[in-house]
């Protein structure tokens, strides 16, 4: 792990894979005395952006997180999470419909059959880890292993809002049409991004997601 300065506001922690970053950012949020230093966290695939409030020394920050032995590549995760309120505690529903053009393969690449995919998936307890690519999408962890498959090898032109798919160690929903290399096995109605709505991103980091049929 390293801790790097990131502007004159910020510090960024990298790590060695997204479970770490699961972690950590679960334990700078759960540190109560963290909440007068911290304005923002903001996880990455390998990394945690730690922004400090307004006038906050970053070499104040910088000591607390190391004397307090917060940032480590596995700290253990918190029960709560008082500086970003009850997010890790959120769960969220996502209904879908599984018909989507890669299921089969995927039961291929997996060994579990179409129906054992589907299976897994909503059986699976998955995690928000971070956000990114465009406006609303999760990237989600999940807890079982025979669901991590390759990107496609030619990835599509356009890929439909509402499409649910799996790469490499995450699942993910499309939350507007664009191109899109992942393996879909379904589709769903809700809405992962709406600027009418507060939060308008329905997915957001740290938040458990389970997927039911539709």
Do not use: K
């Not at 939350?175 to 899109?180: C, K, L, Q, V, Y």
């Amino acid at each position: 792990m390293r801790l790097l300065p990131y502007g004159d506001r910020a510090l960024l922690l990298e790590l060695a894979d997204t479970a770490a970053v699961v972690a950590c950012a679960d334990a700078l949020a759960a540190a109560p005395d963290l909440a007068d230093l911290v304005d923002d966290l903001v996880p990455g695939a390998r990394t945690v952006l730690v922004r400090a409030r307004p006038g906050i020394d970053l070499g104040t920050l910088r000591a607390r997180l190391v004397t307090g032995n917060l940032v480590t590549d596995r700290p253990e995760p918190p029960q709560d999470s008082p500086l970003h309120g009850s997010v890790g505690s959120l769960e969220v529903t996502i209904p879908v419909t599984y018909d989507g053009p890669d299921l089969a393969e995927v039961g291929e690449l997996t060994g579990l059959g179409a129906a054992g995919v589907v299976a897994a998936h909503t059986g699976a307890e998955w995690r928000v880890a971070f956000g990114g690519f465009a406006p609303g999408f999760g990237y989600l962890v999940g807890d079982d292993p025979r669901l991590e498959v390759p990107r496609r090898g030619s990835p599509r032109t356009r890929v439909p809002a509402g499409s649910v798919g799996l790469a490499g160690e995450f699942s993910g929903v499309y939350p507007r049409p664009s191109p899109g290399g992942w393996q879909l096995i379904g589709r769903t109605d809700a809405a992962m991004w709406d600027p009418d709505r507060d939060p308008p991103a329905l997915l957001a980091p740290g938040a458990r997601v389970r997927f039911v049929r539709a």
